[in-house]
């Protein structure tokens, strides 16, 4: 079992920052990938950044540029630094470990999932 607790979110003018924190607890050290999705109301969710084990990360094409994801092995700790936020970023926001990869970003994939963090962004 993993646990995925969530931390960040809130709510920011168009063309801030924030940054997602995502701690991880339970059985991670076969975790092989670990991912950020958002879903926004009667959107389907996306899958916006992942990064792998060997540190190899992708991102959708709508962040690339502005989001940076990134982990803290030793805090167990999973990030993602938004930055240039727009009014279409607003969405829960979820982290999601993949046990088995390919380390995608397709959530089906995804065997464990946070409870989400709420970001908004008003223009």
């Known amino acids: 079992q993993v646990q995925l607790v969530e931390s960040g979110g809130g709510s920011v003018q168009s063309a801030g920052s924030l940054r997602l924190s995502c701690a991880a607890s339970?059985?991670?050290?076969?975790?092989?990938?670990m991912g950020w999705f958002r879903q926004a109301p009667w959107k389907e969710r996306e899958g916006v950044a992942a990064i792998a084990t060997d540190g190899t990360t992708s991102y959708a094409d709508s962040v690339k540029g502005r989001f940076t994801i990134s982990q803290d092995n030793a805090k167990n700790t999973l990030y993602l630094q938004m930055n240039s936020l727009e009014p279409e970023d607003t969405a829960m926001y979820y982290c999601?470990?993949?046990?088995?990869?390919?380390?995608?970003?397709?959530?089906?994939?995804?065997?464990?999932w946070g409870q989400g963090t709420q970001v908004t962004v008003s223009s």
């Open positions: 999601a470990a993949d046990y088995f990869g390919p380390c995608s970003r397709i959530s089906d994939e995804y065997d464990y």
């Open positions: 339970g059985y991670i050290y076969s975790t092989y990938c």
